[in-house]
């Protein structure tokens, strides 16, 4: 699946948009509802009847729509700051595999169910066609499996006869048109066909073995097939790297630093740039718990790639230790290329088992990164702003009350 890009906030203005697009979301409001924020008051005025609005001037009735805005002002800027503080005690690196259950398990078969399409247009509702494959990125000498097979809104199998299947990689414009490798779908039991004679047909295509081989790009494997005596086809995509940049040379490592766990993976790096790095954390019991992500430059030569599970992390989930790092895959990051990455051997299962260790090795601080830190700076200055203009309006009145629970290490804000 396509890799999601995590990155923090480069601006203010930026910082301000997210601030006011989470707050709607968590009100259940569109984004672009309008939200005014009151101005302070000039110093040196004096309100009338004890309560003015601190942007032109007027009264301010008790219960009114202006002071209604401006609580909401203050309500939204509460929930700002709360969403990002809780969104950020973690680094970006180390989150909780709830939050990226479709990162969970990267090298299952990718499974698909929709009606057939018919050839010359339309689709038939009473046939169903089940396709797999076996993965999307693919590094240079690897293989994806495909399958496919038909089957009527029971789930009764139809009998299906594939007629064509061809991969070509996809070329644009003028680009010279690349080979077309003929592929070849059994339902013999053999290969990646698990069982004989069960209506499910399956191919295997090896772009390393094939004209394809220096291919860098989409490969396309287009299969026509017949069933009922309508003709239909689908169409299986991956993207293939031919050059390795980095290899993995099997060695692995883990420690205990700075109230975080450590695994240190060492790589041979053939073609210096940002590499993306991911590996699973699953508990004692199995049970997935962390995605790690290891995001930076990285020069030619030997490096240890760290994958990092957070302190306050493993100590707010409390997982059953020893943990296990399994299925870990990589890429260089192509900016301004299509594709836009080189794989790198991905290591299936698993790579690393921890040591036993206690709560109390791991730190319960929240992520103290320069960006966290400066943000939740600005947005603390947002709510001190709006509770102000609050107060200035009714100094009588409390306060709305807060339904905001911030992360534990941090004081509630108002």
């Avoid at 013999?188 to 772009?207: H, K, M, Q, R």
């Avoid at 700075?258 to 210096?272: E, H, I, T």
């Avoid at 990164?369 to 603390?380: D, K, P, Q, S, V």
């Avoid at 200055?381 to 009350?401: F, I, M, N, S, V």
């Amino acid at each position: 699946m396509p890799f999601k890009r995590k990155r923090w906030l480069q601006a203010g203005l930026v910082a301000a948009a997210l601030a006011l697009l989470l707050a709607a979301w968590h009100r259940g409001q569109p984004p672009d509802a309008p939200v005014a924020v009151a101005a302070p008051a000039a110093a040196g005025t004096r309100p009338l009847f004890g309560n003015i609005d601190a942007a032109n001037g007027a009264p301010v009735p008790p219960g009114g729509p202006a002071r209604r805005q401006l609580v909401e002002t203050y309500q939204l800027a509460e929930r700002t700051l709360c969403t990002y503080e809780q969104a950020s005690q973690y680094p970006p690196g180390s989150r909780p595999m709830a939050q990226n259950a479709d990162q969970a398990y990267p090298n299952a078969p990718v499974r698909e169910t929709s009606p057939m399409r018919v050839d010359g247009g339309g689709a038939e509702p009473q046939v169903l066609l089940q396709t797999a494959q076996s993965r999307v990125h693919m590094a240079a000498g690897e293989s994806v499996a495909f399958s496919i097979r038909a089957v009527d809104p029971n789930g009764a199998t139809l009998a299906l006869v594939i007629t064509r299947s061809v991969a070509a990689g996809i070329s644009y414009g003028a680009t010279r048109a690349n080979a077309q490798v003929a592929l070849a779908f059994t339902d013999d039991g053999a290969g990646a066909d698990p069982v004989a004679g069960d209506g499910a047909f399956a191919g295997v295509l090896a772009p390393a073995q094939t004209g394809l081989a220096g291919f860098d790009g989409t490969i396309r494997t287009l299969v026509n097939y017949t069933v009922a005596g309508k003709a239909g086809s689908v169409a299986f995509d991956v993207i293939y790297s031919p050059v390795v940049p980095a290899v993995w040379t099997g060695a692995v490592r883990e420690a205990q630093e700075n109230g975080s766990l450590n695994f240190y993976l060492k790589a041979d790096v053939r073609v210096a740039g940002r590499y993306i790095v991911s590996g699973r954390v699953d508990d004692a019991q199995g049970r997935p718990f962390a995605l790690l992500t290891f995001n930076d430059m990285l020069p030619a030569g030997p490096n240890d790639i760290r994958l990092s599970a957070f302190g306050k992390l493993l100590r707010d989930g409390a997982p059953a230790l020893p943990l296990t790092l399994r299925d870990v895959d990589g890429y260089l990051l192509r900016e301004n290329a299509d594709p836009d990455r080189a794989m790198m051997p991905r290591l299936e299962g698993p790579v690393a088992t921890s040591g036993g260790y206690p709560a109390s090795a791991f730190s319960d601080a929240p992520y103290d990164g320069e960006e966290r830190t400066r943000y939740l700076a600005e947005f603390g200055k947002d709510l001190a702003q709006a509770r102000d203009a609050l107060l200035r309006a009714d100094p009588a009145a409390p306060l709305p009350a807060s339904a905001c629970t911030p992360a534990s290490g941090a004081e509630k804000p108002g």
